[in-house]
C-alpha cells in the first residue's frame, strides 16, 4: 500500500471510512476490515461510532505505530475549550493516547478559525494529535487557514469522486503539497452501476466500483476513503490498488458529468466562492 508524506505523517492511499455505520455495525466491519489489510480508518465525533471503532482497533491488538486513524470534531465543537473536550472524548471513545489526523468536520459561519488552530496545534504539541487537517473548506477558506494563519494542515477531505469537478480545489493543494483526501469516492455507492465505468472495468476485468477507486489512486496526492460493510466489498476495494488505468480510460472518464454533489448540508460553505 502506498503512503503519502505530509506534515511528518505517513497516511496510507486508501483508507475505511465509517459513515453511516453506528455502533453494532461498525465493530465487525472495521474488524473485518482491519483482518483484510487496511491500516487506515476515518471516523468523526458525528458518526458516533468511535467507541466501535476502538473496539475493533483494540481487537485487532496490531501495533499502534502500524495503524492510521483520524477523527473530527463537529462544527457546533469549535469555540473556547471546546475542542479540548471533543478531543478528550474522542481518544476515551476510541481507547487511544493519541490520533494521527484530527480534523474540524466542517467550517463554521463566524468561527474564529485562527483561534481554532491554534489550539489544534496546540494539542499536536502536546502529542494527542500527530498531524492538523480540515474538510469541506472552500477555497478561501484553506488559503486563510494555510497563508494567513500558517496551519500546519496536513490534507483537506473533500468529496470527491468521478462524477464531480475538484480540478481548482487539486491544483491549490497540489502547490502546496497537502493531500486532498477523497470522501464519498464511489458517490454513496452510485459509481458501483455506473455504465461508463462498468465498461471500463470489463476491459480489466475490475467492477465499476474498483475502477472509480482506482482513478482517485492514479491521482497524484489522492486519498481514498471508501466505506464498506460487506467483506467482499473490503477487499475488493482493497485490490482496486493495483489496477493501471490507461490514458483511454482516463479520457472516458473525464468525459464523465463532473456536477454531481451528493454531499449538501444546510451548513455547507458555497463551494464556488
Ligand atoms: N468529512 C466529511 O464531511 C465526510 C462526508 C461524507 C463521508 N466522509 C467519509 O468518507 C467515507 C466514504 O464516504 P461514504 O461512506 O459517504 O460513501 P462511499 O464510500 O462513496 O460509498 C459507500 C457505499 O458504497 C457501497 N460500496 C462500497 N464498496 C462497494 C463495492 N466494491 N461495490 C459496490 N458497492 C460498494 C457501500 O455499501 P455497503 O457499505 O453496504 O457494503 C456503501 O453503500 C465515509 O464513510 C466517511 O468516513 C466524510
Redesign the pocket.
Known amino acids: 500500500m502506498n503512503t503519502l508524506l505530509t506534515q511528518g505523517i505517513h497516511i496510507p492511499q486508501l483508507g475505511f ?4 455505520m453506528p455502533g453494532g455495525d461498525c465493530q465487525p466491519a472495521v474488524e473485518s476490515a482491519l483482518e483484510v489489510g487496511y491500516r487506515h480508518i ?2 468523526a465525533e458525528m458518526y458516533q461510532n468511535e467507541a466501535a471503532v476502538g473496539a475493533a482497533i483494540a481487537a485487532a491488538a496490531l501495533p499502534r505505530e502500524a495503524l492510521h486513524v483520524t477523527t ?1 470534531v463537529w462544527h457546533e465543537h469549535l469555540g473556547p475549550g471546546a475542542i479540548e473536550r471533543a478531543l478528550e472524548s474522542s481518544l476515551a471513545k476510541l481507547g487511544l493516547d493519541y490520533v494521527d489526523l484530527y480534523m474540524i ?2 467550517p463554521a459561519a463566524g468561527m474564529n478559525l485562527p483561534a481554532a488552530l491554534q489550539v489544534l496545534e496546540a494539542q499536536r504539541q502536546a502529542g494527542r494529535i500527530r498531524a492538523i487537517g480540515v ?2 473548506f472552500n477555497l478561501p477558506l484553506l488559503r486563510l487557514a494555510v497563508e494567513e494563519v500558517g496551519a500546519a494542515i496536513a490534507c483537506h ?1 473533500v ?1 470527491y ?1 468521478p462524477f464531480l469537478d475538484q480540478g481548482p480545489m487539486l491544483a491549490y493543494l497540489r502547490s502546496q503539497r497537502i493531500p486532498l483526501v477523497a ?7 452510485r459509481a ?1 452501476a455506473d455504465p461508463t465505468l462498468a465498461r471500463i472495468g470489463s476491459k480489466h476485468g475490475a ?1 465499476a ?2 475502477i472509480a477507486i482506482a482513478w482517485l489512486l492514479d491521482q497524484p496526492g489522492v486519498i481514498a ?6 467483506r467482499a ?1 473490503q477487499v ?2 482493497l485490490q482496486a490498488v493495483n489496477l493501471r488505468l490507461d490514458d483511454q480510460d482516463r479520457a472516458a472518464i473525464a468525459a464523465l458529468p463532473k456536477g454531481q454533489r451528493f ?1 449538501t448540508p444546510p451548513f455547507a460553505p458555497r463551494w464556488d466562492a
Open positions: 471510512g465509517t459513515f453511516r476515518d471516523t473530527k468536520h466542517w474538510c469541506n477531505q468529496e469522486h470522501y464519498a469516492p464511489l458517490a454513496q455507492g458501483a467492477s466500483a474498483q476513503i471508501p466505506k464498506a460493510q460487506r466489498s475488493a476495494n454531499v
